[in-house]
């Protein structure tokens, strides 16, 4: 007769796929690499969306009277970049960060483009 040996190796796995958690590092580097555009459409800037945790408040604009500190938008008669700051928290520890200011792209009403 033969001798038979078997061998089984098993491994488990998490279904879980979630992204690691974020940081207030990670948070303040993704704005800084996400400049925002506003459309001719838009009244108000909206926040960036961050992740939970992560409250993000207006800390004012470059050319306030393009966007106010209540962040009304007031449309150029040319688009024009804004330099936006803002002010990222981690609610878990209650650091703030002030990133670098981070590029806005204000966009004119096309009516304003009318050639002269």
Known sequence: GYNNVSVAEWEAY???QAEPGATLDSVVSDLESNPLTIETDTDTLALPTVP???PVKFNG?????LIAADVTVNHPLVDKTVQVAYVVTDSATGN???PPT???SS??????RKAT
């Open 14 to 16: 998490s279904n879980d």
């Open 61 to 65: 604009a470059d050319y306030d009277q």
């Open 52 to 54: 939970a945790g992560y």
């Open 107 to 112: 966009k004119a009403p096309t009516s304003s």
């Open 102 to 104: 981070s590029p806005t």
């Open 96 to 98: 703030t960060r002030r």
